[in-house]
């Protein structure tokens, strides 16, 4: 693949952003104001309904912040807020969410692994999306960390960090060290998960993604149409995880010449993005751009 063309699909292929919301079901099973409102928040944020999530997320920390500074449910309600903003690309009130929460739990006698990994991880997905790589992979380490000694080495939520390292060292031009780790993600998911799991998705989306990178087209495509099944039955044909698997194969069908294809799926990823994260999302001008190209192209 010629530099030029490499370049195009980093900038179309930029990595979905993905931050770990906390909380267990056990958490919120009382009936209180808080529980209500984290119940609502969690729900929206599963479904990738994030405009609407957001009025539930700041009541449930406005809540929240009326149980004390050591209460876990402060921690929770700030995270999931910090992830939210997150995945609507503001990212300074996410850092200041994440920052936060991260905060919250250290003042805890006995803060939990898990949930101090999901803390770091967030913060190193900060440094990542802003490019700053370095920062991002130290993060990711020692969220990793955090999470093998809370839950052992094979705990199935280890492919997250490893997924996150391997996006650094994708953005970082690494591909073959980028797609070993991928490669780890997808093999951990795909032994302790069901092959429907949504998680799965996610990772068939990434090892995609770093073979596009490579040109190796033949190797993506499966793994994309597979990831795009499994999310649309999953999480609905609406959500914004389904928007990244069609985004992606959309500029896979393009870089193999199949340009109705492509405008297809291109149009059909930012129809959802624009309902899902509103009209300004960073990942929306992506589409537009993706589009303008192929239109552009085309001669229209």
Known sequence: MDIARRSSLQRTLRAVLLALWLGSPAMWAADGPWEKAQRECDRLLEEGQYLAAESFCRQALSEAEQFGALDPRLATSQNNLGALYLRLGRLSEAESFFQRALETMQKQANPDGAELAAAWNNLGEICRTRGQLTEAKSHFRRAMAHRQEARGEQDPGIAVYLNNIAKVLLQQGKYPESAERFREALSIRQSQLPPEDPRVASSLTNLAEVYTFQGLYSQAEPLYRRSLAIREKALGPDHSDVANSLAGLGVLRRAVGDLAEARLLLERSL???????????????????SLAGLYNYEGQ
Do not use: T
């Open 271 to 289: 129809k959802i993005r624009k309902v899902a994260l509103g009209a300004e999302h960073p990942q929306v001008a992506v589409n537009l751009n």
